[in-house]
């Protein structure tokens, strides 16, 4: 199986402060079709996750550019260029070169 | 817009089962494979399986291999999850969520999620 882990694991930024959450995967997930299958969600407090960022940098439909994803092979990072209070909850990296797995989670809250 | 919803809350014995339903609407219900992802509450998500509404062919995670049945229903455009031989441990939140369109598995819209509560 291929196992995430994230860093850090709580996060508590300044608002209008970068922010940045690194994705380590056990295994490469490029995938024979070129795609790497690394993505990023955000549950908000009470809320089902949704979707950030596909294929480790495309920005999901309405997603504002302050989400930057970014790395290759086994290396990823989520940054937000400037924290929002709306940016609150939980960020999972989650892959899908072999079935589906989620890291254990970021929790960011606002200082 | 893609719009799913669930059923409501349930509450369970051990060792019973349970039923979540996941009714999708605003897409063609069969272009689109279904996920169903866990959250015991305080934690964080597992993937439990896929099921593509076109066939009906389902793929489970390993850590719920023989207690899990994924299945849909055309007519009415909704996906159903059965997990049996329920104990504390599954006292989770379930979501369904849609898979993207394209050949990759990722969710790209979720429902609101069942809350599943086994107790004696």
């Known amino acids: 199986d291929i196992v995430l882990t994230q860093t850090p694991l709580y996060l508590s930024v300044t608002p209008g402060q970068p922010a940045s959450i690194s994705c380590k995967s056990s295994?490469?997930?490029?995938?024979?079709?070129?795609?790497?299958?690394l993505y990023w969600y955000l549950q908000k407090p009470g809320q089902s996750p949704q979707l950030l960022i596909y294929?480790?940098?495309s920005r999901f439909y309405g997603v504002p550019d302050r989400f930057t994803g970014s790395g290759s092979g086994t290396d990823f990072t989520l940054k937000i260029s400037r924290v929002e209070a709306d940016d609150v909850g939980v960020y999972y990296c989650?892959?899908?070169?072999?079935?589906?797995?989620f890291g254990p989670g970021t929790k960011v809250d606002i200082k | 817009q893609a719009q799913l919803v669930q059923a409501g809350a349930e509450v369970k014995k051990p060792g019973a089962s349970v039923k979540v339903s996941c009714k999708a609407s605003?897409?063609?219900?069969?272009?689109?494979?279904m996920h169903w992802v866990r959250q015991v509450p305080g934690q964080g998500l597992e993937w439990m399986g896929i099921?593509?509404?076109?066939?009906?062919?389902?793929t489970y995670a390993q850590n719920f291999q023989g207690r899990v049945t994924m299945t849909r229903d055309t007519s009415t455009s909704t996906v159903y999850m059965e997990l049996t031989s329920l104990r504390s441990e599954d006292t989770a939140v379930y979501y369904c969520?849609?898979?993207?369109?394209?050949?990759?598995?990722?969710?790209?819209?979720w429902g609101q999620g069942t809350l599943v509560t086994v107790s004696s």
């Open positions: 969520a849609r898979n993207d369109y394209g050949g990759n598995w990722f969710p790209d819209s």
């Open positions: 605003g897409y063609t219900f069969t272009s689109y494979y």
């Open positions: 099921i593509d509404p076109n066939g009906g062919r389902a």
């Open positions: 295994q490469s997930l490029l995938y024979s079709d070129g795609k790497t299958n």
């Open positions: 294929e480790v940098s």
């Open positions: 989650m892959q899908s070169r072999h079935l589906l797995t």
